[in-house]
């Protein structure tokens, strides 16, 4: 069965510092994996999402993902914060064929001034 | 315009009450969801509908029914309310039922029961 882990329930970096978000998945076929975003009292909005094809993925905001089959990582990053970015973060993996997404327990993202 | 609206946005009741969240999409697509998220932010799939047939049902108390009049909406019925029922509950849509597609989320329903 599928799953998804992301390490750190919270991740506070300064603003322009470096954005890093932990993501590790299961998978017994190859994955189809996704980053979405949750700003406050707002649905999920897709980021990014990786099929097939490069590995490194780029997204919206100016956030990328690179997905590390020797690691079972998807991680999700950002060469320089900013405040808008402060949000909930959530990886996703597809399960199978069955069309349920699964998501991991989401990260905490505080920009500080 | 919001592409996935639900309303309401709050939603307070007591134990027992039998209580709908109703959730419409502009954007054409095919397949729409419920989703519920708990107090620690973990989001799980309940229901999916392609064409307003059930496609995907999750281990969920029969207390709860989607229904879906036209493939535009998915409602949301839930019976007899209990405490551990309280959540933010996301209605979803995508263009075909494959997760290769972009997933459209409402901005929830905070639902309350006391």
């Known amino acids: 069965a599928q799953s998804v882990t992301q390490l750190g329930s919270h991740v506070s970096v300064s603003e322009g510092a470096l954005v890093l978000l932990r993501c590790n998945y299961s998978s017994s076929v190859p994955p189809y994996l996704f980053w979405y975003v949750q700003y406050p009292n707002q649905g999920l909005q897709l980021l990014l999402k990786y099929t097939t094809g490069a590995t490194l993925v780029k997204g919206i905001n100016g956030f990328e993902a690179e997905f590390k089959k020797s690691e079972t990582s998807f991680h999700l990053t950002k060469p320089s914060a900013h405040m808008s970015d402060a949000a909930e973060y959530f990886c996703?993996?597809?399960?199978?064929?069955?069309?349920?997404?699964?998501f991991g327990s989401g990260t905490r993202l505080l920009v500080r001034p | 315009d919001t592409a996935v609206s639900q309303t309401p946005k709050y939603l307070v009741t007591q134990m027992g009450n039998d209580k709908s969240i109703k959730c419409e999409q502009n954007?054409?697509?095919?397949?729409m969801y419920w989703y519920k998220q708990d107090s620690k932010k973990f989001l799980k799939i309940m229901f999916s509908?392609?064409?307003?047939?059930?496609?995907i049902n999750e281990t969920v108390p029969n207390r709860f029914s989607p229904k879906s009049p036209d493939k535009a909406h998915l409602n949301l019925h839930i019976n007899s309310l209990e405490l551990g029922d309280s959540a933010v509950y996301f209605c979803?849509?995508?263009?075909?039922?494959?997760?290769?597609?972009?997933?459209?989320f409402g901005s929830g329903t905070q639902l309350s029961v006391l």
């Open positions: 996703a993996v597809m399960a199978d064929s069955s069309y349920k997404l699964i």
């Open positions: 979803a849509s995508s263009q075909g039922g494959s997760y290769y597609e972009k997933l459209f």
């Open positions: 509908y392609n064409n307003k047939e059930l496609i």
């Open positions: 954007l054409g697509h095919d397949t």
